[in-house]
């Protein structure tokens, strides 16, 4: 588990987490820097939940956060940049928008820029206006990128970051001058092992249970392996169970109903 923070921006609902993100565990909204800083309960809500929220785009201080736990992968589109675009422009022209999501993230040269909302117009022959498709509603210099300017032609990708969604959006906050910082415990996928030269990215706790597992699965690949399935199956189950309990949280639980006031019309 490890922990992280993202800056909020006044009016911006959406950030990017690590790419390698699983989950959240534990989220809270920080005012104030050093020992002027306060810690504040942000919710955990479903996008059922999430969907059913009136005005999306009201600001103050967030208090409720969506997960959305996407895998990471990157996809490149089928259309390109369809003209120059300059590190301040608030649109990205593209030449098709075939496959293009209607709101996530797009990758050109090293910058990644967010957006919401896609566009497109049909040639008219008699104004002379030619066909278009844009990416609307556009942040840039997402995820630690950095606003630049971009040529016709560029390759355009999209990556499916796991990122959050605050409510009610920021009401205050800058790059220059931040705010609101969300801080976050995260769980996060394991380091891939490379060529097996590099050290296990797994707690020394789990070693056990890590080696039981691999022998369990090699018993249904090897020949004569399915005659000790059984066995290295509870020998696994009996490893995992005893790294996992061990594993838990120690800290104590204290449940606390929460008090209400019943009005004139309560029971």
Do not use: C
Request: no cysteine.
């Amino acid at each position: 588990m490890e922990q992280g923070a993202i800056q909020l921006y006044a009016n911006q609902i959406t950030y990017p987490l690590p790419i390698n993100t699983v989950d959240l565990v534990e989220t809270t909204i920080r005012t104030g820097i050093g020992s002027n800083q306060t810690d504040i309960n942000i919710s955990r809500i479903s996008v059922s939940t999430y969907s059913t929220i009136p005005n999306k785009l009201a600001t103050g201080r967030p208090i409720q956060i969506y997960i959305d736990r996407l895998g990471g992968q990157t996809y490149v589109f089928t259309g390109t940049l369809a003209a120059n675009i300059t590190s301040s422009s608030t649109t990205v022209p593209m030449s098709s928008l075939t496959g293009v999501p209607y709101a996530g993230y797009a990758n050109i040269g090293s910058e990644t820029i967010y957006y919401y909302g896609t566009s497109t117009q049909a040639q008219n022959v008699a104004t002379g206006v030619s066909a278009f498709a844009t990416l609307n509603n556009v942040l840039r210099g997402q995820n630690n990128t950095t606003a630049a300017s971009h040529s016709s032609g560029a390759t355009v990708s999209n990556t499916q970051f796991p990122n959050i969604t605050v409510w009610p959006a920021p009401d205050q906050g800058s790059i220059s001058t931040p705010y609101y910082t969300l801080i976050y415990w995260r769980l996060r996928r394991l380091q891939d092992a490379g060529n097996g030269v590099n050290v296990e990215d797994i707690p020394f706790r789990f070693q056990e249970a890590l080696i039981a597992g691999l022998a369990y699965k090699l018993s249904m690949k090897v020949e004569g392996g399915m005659e000790r399935m059984g066995m290295l199956k509870a020998q696994y189950d009996e490893a995992w169970q005893l790294a996992s309990e061990e594993d838990r949280e120690k800290a104590p639980l204290r449940l606390v109903p929460r008090q209400g006031f019943l009005g004139f019309g309560g029971y």
